[in-house]
Every structure is written in structure tokens, then in C-alpha cells.
């Protein structure tokens, strides 16, 4: 039972560092063909056929490279590890140094202007340059939800699943206030820790996880909705579910009907859905890829076991396609564990190896 924890922690963490890799292979395209992501992951798998056999292609070669998704996890991560506690100054600081290391890494156009006034010396308010963004309304895309798993993994460590909410929100605040990017972080921080929860040998109820999702949601946006209607203009509300007034209920409400239909068209979860970069466009898109996988197989994937399904279906729609299966990757992984991913992948994928390193730290909090 101890192992098995250890094994979904790594899961999680390393889940969404291959999802990241694999899925920024394609991301802004859409519509992705599900058989050019089935092409470039059983390239993963050749490859690493030819490398056993041979020895002579080195895996750097290969390799791919992880994306501000994950730069900014690994962030979250070891700021957490570092203080055992959540420490605004010290994660900002993370992010800036992590993103003036190595600044192209695909960071969303506005975030990295926050990284600028986070810099600056005589900074009181270290959620200030993150306030100020897009004329006080605050960046509301999935830059916040996209880095949250670690959060989640370490409230569970430290039994304070409680705190999940605030940790959540100040660990995305640092660089996203609208209300719309805060509340996507904290739907796929709970979506983690539910998945943690779940027993791995019972068939998923679909329709229980999403009513545990909705049972928060509705709280949280029916309260903040009064708190600050700035972030509840029209803006960056595409679709028809996006403009209700408690949009991340109504997309829960929505998906669950829609996991359960027979067949499920592409076109209609991102018409409906969505597949962009922000985290209403994208969060409860997670949520649904990781719920349809769970519960039936996804056509032209029928081989593959959960994980992956999970995985390249998130990818084959396309749009911000390395983010929307990294959150999809860290609620699966969390549930699966580690062993479901492929050993190519985490072979050619960089970044591996420090996650499961972080994802055993995280779980060893659990002793303190
Ligand atoms: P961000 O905070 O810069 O937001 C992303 C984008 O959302 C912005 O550039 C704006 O276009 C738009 N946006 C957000 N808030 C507002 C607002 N209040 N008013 C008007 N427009 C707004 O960056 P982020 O950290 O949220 O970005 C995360 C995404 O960008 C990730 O997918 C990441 O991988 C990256 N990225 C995505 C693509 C892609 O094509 N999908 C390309 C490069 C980078
Ligand atoms: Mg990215
Ligand atoms: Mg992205």
C-alpha cells in the first residue's frame, strides 16, 4: 500500500514532465492527427528498440526538451521542498531565475513581463507585477494550473489537503490573479488529490469525481464571483459555457454528460470544451481527457493501456496541446503510477529523472 503511494507521486510528476515533452511536439496545431501522435510516440519506442540493440545512438540525440510547463512545476516543487511550507518570495524568485536561466522554454506572451517586475529590487508586494498584468484584470491563462501538481502532491504528504485551496491560489497568484486563472489552478490541484484518493483496483466512477469537483467549484466561484467582478468580464470567454456565470460548474456540468456519450467527436469538446491557453479552455478539457480514458477506450488507442491513452488523446486535440496533457498527465499518473509509463518515454524525455527525485522527496514529507 506505501509503495503503491510512492508509485502514484512518481506518477504524477512524472507523468506530466513526458506528457509536457511529447505533447509540445505539437503544440498550437490544431487539428492534430491522432496518427501523427501515434507516429512520434512509437518513434519513441523504435528509437529506443535500435538504441538497446545497438548502443550506438546516443539519447541526446532523441531527446526531447520540457517546457515552461514543467520549469515552472520543478519550481513549485523544490520551493515547497526547500521551506516545507509555502513561501511566496522564495517560489517567485524560482520562477525568475528558472526563466532567466533558460528563457526559451515556450512561456506565455504576458508572463514573462511579471518575471521582469519580479526582479526588480525595491519590489514590496511580491504579487504586485502579477496584479498590474493586463490593466489590473490579471492573466487568466493556464500557466497557473499547468505547474500546480506538485501542490497537490505535497499537501497529501503533509496531510493538509485542507489547505489545498489557498495553496493552490498562492502558488498561481504569483503570476496569474484573474479569477478565472486561479480558479483552473485550484479545479486541477483538486483533480490531483482526488486521484490520489481513488482506488486504483475499482473502475473510476466518472460521475463521482466530477460531482466531488463540482461540490468545490460551485463554492469557489459563487463566492469569489462577488469578490472581484474585474476578472469576471467577457473577455477571454469564447464559448458559450465560458460566458455563464459560474463557467467551471458549467463545463463540469457538461462534461459529465459528455464522457458518457458512445462516441465522443474531437471537434465538439474543443468547440465546446476547448483546447486554447486559458485555463477555462483548457482545465476541465484535462479533466474530461483524463475521465473519458479512464472509463472507456479512446478509438485508435485501444492497445495502449490507461496512461497512455490518456496522454496521446489529450495531445490529438490539439491547441495548447503540451499543457492541456501535462494536467491530464499528473490526475492519470496520480492513479496509475509511474509503471504505466512507457520506459521510452521516460528514457528520451528530459527532465525524468529529477521529477520521480522530487516526486520521492514530496512522499518522504509524509514522515515528518
Ligand atoms: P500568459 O499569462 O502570458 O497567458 C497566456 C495568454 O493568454 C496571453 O498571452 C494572452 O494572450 C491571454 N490572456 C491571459 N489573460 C488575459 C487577459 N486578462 N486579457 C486578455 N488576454 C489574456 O501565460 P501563461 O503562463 O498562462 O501561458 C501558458 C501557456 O502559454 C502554456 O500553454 C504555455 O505552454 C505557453 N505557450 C502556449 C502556446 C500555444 O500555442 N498554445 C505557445 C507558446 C507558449
Ligand atoms: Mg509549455
Ligand atoms: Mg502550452
Not at 17 to 30: K, P, Q, R
Not at 79 to 105: C, G, I, Q, V, W
Not at 191 to 196: E, K, N, P, R
Not at 200 to 215: K, M, Q, S, Y
Request: with cysteine; net charge negative; proline share 4%.
Amino acid at each position: 500500500k506505501i509503495k503503491m503511494t510512492l508509485s502514484r507521486f512518481k506518477g504524477s510528476l512524472v507523468g506530466a514532465v513526458v506528457a509536457d515533452c511529447i505533447g509540445s511536439l505539437f503544440e498550437g496545431y490544431s487539428p492534430v492527427s491522432l496518427s501523427s501522435v501515434l507516429e512520434s510516440a512509437s518513434n519513441l519506442e523504435k528509437n529506443r528498440q535500435i538504441q538497446r540493440e545497438h548502443g550506438t545512438r546516443p539519447a541526446d540525440t532523441y531527446g526531447l526538451r520540457f517546457t515552461d510547463d514543467t520549469a515552472m512545476a520543478r519550481s513549485v516543487a523544490a520551493s515547497l521542498l526547500h521551506n516545507k511550507t509555502f513561501d511566496a518570495k522564495d517560489m517567485a524568485k524560482r520562477f525568475t531565475d528558472e526563466y532567466h536561466k533558460e528563457p526559451d522554454r515556450g512561456y506565455g506572451f504576458n508572463v514573462v513581463t511579471v518575471f521582469e517586475g519580479l526582479r526588480n529590487p525595491k519590489l514590496k508586494d511580491v504579487y504586485e507585477p502579477a496584479r498590474v498584468q493586463f490593466e489590473g484584470s490579471g492573466s487568466y491563462g493556464n500557466g497557473g494550473a499547468m505547474r500546480i501538481a506538485p501542490a497537490s502532491l505535497f499537501a497529501f504528504a503533509t496531510d493538509k489537503s485542507s489547505e489545498l485551496q489557498d495553496l493552490a491560489s498562492d502558488v498561481t497568484r504569483l503570476t496569474h490573479t484573474n479569477a478565472l486563472g486561479v480558479h483552473g489552478a485550484i479545479l486541477e490541484a483538486f483533480a490531483v488529490d482526488q486521484s490520489l484518493r481513488l482506488e486504483p483496483e475499482t473502475a473510476v466512477d466518472a460521475g463521482a469525481f466530477i460531482d466531488f469537483l463540482l461540490e468545490k467549484m460551485k463554492k469557489i466561484e459563487t463566492i469569489d464571483a462577488d469578490i472581484s467582478p474585474k476578472s469576471f468580464s467577457a473577455k477571454g470567454r469564447k464559448r458559450k459555457l465560458d460566458c455563464h456565470p459560474t463557467p467551471y460548474t458549467a463545463k463540469l456540468e457538461r462534461i459529465k454528460e459528455l464522457i458518457n456519450e458512445d462516441s465522443l467527436d474531437t471537434r465538439a469538446v474543443v468547440e465546446e470544451i476547448g483546447n486554447d491557453v486559458s485555463a477555462l479552455g483548457s482545465v476541465p478539457t484535462a479533466i474530461l481527457v483524463f475521465l473519458r480514458a479512464a472509463t472507456k477506450s479512446i478509438p485508435g488507442l485501444e492497445d495502449k493501456n490507461k496512461f497512455e491513452q490518456t496522454v496521446l488523446y489529450a495531445i490529438s486535440l490539439g491547441g495548447d496541446t503540451d499543457t492541456i496533457a501535462t494536467m491530464a498527465a499528473a490526475i492519470a499518473g496520480a492513479l496509475y503510477g509511474v509503471e504505466q509509463i512507457p520506459e521510452a518515454w521516460q528514457y528520451y524525455c528530459e527532465g525524468v529523472a529529477d521529477a520521480e527525485i522530487m516526486a520521492e522527496r514530496l512522499y518522504k514529507l509524509k514522515a515528518l
